[in-house]
């Protein structure tokens, strides 16, 4: 199984910062990563995938990059509504598996 | 609107099974992979089981296999999660996901539609 480790898996930002999560494959996965943001008592949502490609009206302050094995989700300038834990995933191949998570909080 | 709401969750005991189903709307059913997700309390995602359109094609997870049955039903929009020998450690809250883009076999590019889950606990 491929296993996905994200980093670091908490934080604390201000209003306005730039935000990194990174995520690591235990093997190459293509670009076969994705994000998704998770509020307290919601579903997650699917912000980016296949490493880069942002979803529809998730704001263009969220950037993904990374290929192999290695991966990074960047929130430019952190807003209000950012706060929250982020989970990538990889659709490389089943059994699909998912990093720890990062929760972003408020400095 | 675009919609999977879960529904089936509940108390068990351990060793006994439980159904869980998925109503879909807003979209073409039978065009997409469907995925259930779980969610322990207080931890993170877990993929639970895939399923193709045609349900010629079928994943597990290695904690569910041999236990758990994934199934749809096309003409009724309805994906379902059959769960048997059910374990303390199955307690989650359980998630549909439907797969971001159209296929004929498993493809797996990004769950971008989720229901708000349904709670599976099992205690005795």
């Known amino acids: 199984d491929i296993q996905m480790t994200q980093s670091p898996s908490s934080l604390s930002a201000s209003l306005g910062d730039r935000v990194t999560i990174t995520c690591r494959a235990s093997q190459s996965i293509g670009n076969y990563l994705n994000w998704y943001q998770q509020k307290p008592g919601t579903a997650p949502r699917l912000v980016i995938s296949l490493t880069s490609l942002l979803q529809s009206g998730v704001p263009s302050r969220y950037i993904g990059s990374g290929s192999g094995t290695d991966f990074t989700l960047t929130i430019s300038s952190l807003q209000p509504e950012d706060f929250a834990t982020y989970y990538c995933q990889q659709s490389y191949r089943a059994p699909l598996t998912f990093g720890g998570g990062t929760k972003v909080e408020i400095k | 609107e675009v919609q999977l709401v879960e529904s089936g969750g509940g108390l068990v005991q351990p060793g006994r099974s439980l159904r869980l189903s998925c109503a879909a709307s807003g979209f073409t059913f039978d065009d997409y992979t469907m995925h259930w997700v779980r969610q322990a309390p207080g931890k993170g995602l877990e993929w639970v089981a895939s399923?193709?359109?045609?349900?010629?094609?079928?994943a597990y997870g290695d904690s569910v296999k041999g236990r758990f049955t994934i199934s749809r039903d096309n003409a009724k929009n309805s994906l379902f999660l059959q769960m048997s020998s059910l374990r303390p450690e199955d307690t989650a809250l359980y998630y549909c996901a439907k797969e971001r883009i159209t296929g004929t076999t498993l493809n797996y590019h990004g769950m971008n539609v989720w229901g708000q889950g349904t709670t599976v606990t099992v205690s005795s």
């Open positions: 399923i193709s359109w045609s349900s010629g094609n079928i």
